[in-house]
């Protein structure tokens, strides 16, 4: 079995209650290959890098993803745990609920569907593509050695469209049905903190945001908002022997759109940072609450917040807070958070192979992508340990000055430390060079070669 430094295996063993301990073997294999494989992060290549490529028995490896039994949300209550301790150990915990696409081919693959590639499409340009939609749910919180907020995936389900359930008994769950389920999920698990969920307008929901407010700790749910919704006062109170059922709103109020439009609306102007990938952004806010209401739904009182950028006429935009009594500054500091959700998915693209063509099996196409995006965190707390005993190194070039690291420096420092103490360990007593083995050296050059 491979081994590692402390700091990286006592990380690595904190999920080994979840497996049994014959699979757990195989597990830690997977886990540091998937590491240091470059490109594809398929089984055959972790094999590959880890010298295990004529393995007789490498059905077992194939195995832990599709037959084998451990509890996905399990290692993702002891990944969320970890993170929790190490990054927001005070304070809210700030989380981003956002859904991505995995292009996906092949006729065996169930699950898949025709979804819009948001990558791909603007506001003019509208592509779809075919894949896996996948739901995933990530602490936003900053990270001390880099400068910025990351999105840390910890919890990612599956939610295939309603085509996939059409053959099926089950009926088909919207989008925010998994995402109640994810929340009330994490709510279970931190039952004390209090919780602030960022996410997109495909969010802004009734139901849901109703839901997450009659809990016993409510949810704090902020979202992208309608400029045309409708809007009222809070409901007058019920007058002495006052007969029927009590009012469930007030008077019509203006809509967004109109108070955007009003030119008597008072504007007030705060410095945000990381403002559309910006440091610092000078914009302009306004807010106020409301009751928001439709036909056959909760009356929902929330804060809404109007956002306009005054070096960008065009760009505006409208917020909804679940939580009144939260600032609208503050507000808008979460809402910025959730732009580093994309971020996140483009580098596990890039440097953990998501959207690889790989198992097809429904078990292992369930685990197989959490997986990935998991390790995405996993990496992240690796490598924060690094930075612990020594500043992270950043890889420059005359053209691009970069004053922090990014994930690729992270996931080099903590392949590089790996590779160190698997194969170049030296005695400290010992003085003379260390020759590398011809074994180790061919699987150097077959990950440089074949890294793609």
């Not at 939609?133 to 900053?142: D, G």
């Not at 106020?288 to 956002?307: D, E, N, S």
Request: charged share 20%; hydrophobic share 45%; glycine share 4%.
């Amino acid at each position: 079995m491979p081994t590692l430094s402390d700091e990286y295996l006592t990380l690595i063993a904190m999920f080994a209650p979840v497996f049994s301990r014959r699979i757990w073997q195989h597990v830690q294999v997977l886990v540091i290959g998937a590491i240091l494989a470059p490109g594809k992060g398929t089984v055959t290549s972790v094999l590959s890098v880890m010298g295990l490529s004529q393995e007789e028995h490498f059905q077992n490896y194939h195995r832990v993803l599709n037959r084998a039994i451990w509890s996905s949300l399990e290692v993702s209550r002891v990944l969320l745990g970890v993170l929790v301790r190490t990054f927001a150990v005070t304070g809210p915990v700030v989380m981003g609920l956002d859904d991505t696409l995995e292009r996906r081919r092949g006729a065996k693959i169930k699950a898949k569907g025709i979804y819009r590639d948001a990558v791909r499409s603007s506001h003019s340009h509208f592509v779809k593509a075919s894949g896996l939609r996948w739901l995933s749910l990530m602490l936003l919180v900053p990270i001390p050695w880099a400068g910025r907020v990351w999105a840390l995936p910890f919890l990612t389900a599956l939610a295939p469209s309603e085509r996939y359930y059409q053959s099926r008994v089950r009926g088909h769950k919207k989008l925010t049905d998994w995402g109640r389920q994810l929340l009330l999920q994490v709510r279970r698990w931190l039952p004390e903190r209090r919780l602030v969920v960022v996410a997109d307008g495909s969010f802004a929901v009734l139901g849901l945001l109703w839901r997450m407010t009659q809990l016993a700790n409510p949810i704090c749910m902020v979202t992208r908002f309608r400029l045309d919704a409708a809007l009222y006062e809070p409901a007058p109170p019920c007058k002495p022997g006052q007969r029927g059922r009590k009012r469930l709103k007030g008077d019509r109020l203006p809509s967004l759109q109109q108070v955007l439009e009003d030119a008597s609306t008072v504007w007030t102007r705060v410095r945000i940072s990381n403002w559309y990938g910006e440091r610092r952004r000078l914009i302009e806010i306004t807010s106020a609450t409301a009751v928001w209401y439709h036909a056959g739904k909760p009356a929902l009182p929330i804060r809404w917040v109007l956002i306009r950028d005054p070096q960008a006429k065009f760009r505006s935009r409208s917020l909804l807070c679940t939580d009144l009594s939260v600032d609208p500054v503050q507000i808008v500091k979460w809402f910025a958070r959730r732009w580093q959700v994309e971020v996140t998915f483009q580098e596990v693209r890039t440097h953990l192979g998501v959207e690889s063509q790989r198992q097809w099996s429904d078990l292992a196409i369930a685990r197989t992508t959490p997986a990935l995006l998991g390790l995405f965190s996993l990496i992240t707390l690796m490598a924060d340990r690094a930075a612990q005993r020594d500043v992270l190194p950043v890889r420059r070039t005359a053209w691009y000055a970069k004053p922090k690291p990014t994930f690729s420096d992270a996931i080099a420092v903590v392949r590089s430390q790996m590779w160190r103490h698997l194969y170049f360990q030296m005695s400290p007593a010992a003085a003379d060079v260390q020759k590398i083995p011809s074994e180790i050296l061919t699987r150097f050059t077959h990950a440089l070669c074949y890294a793609t």
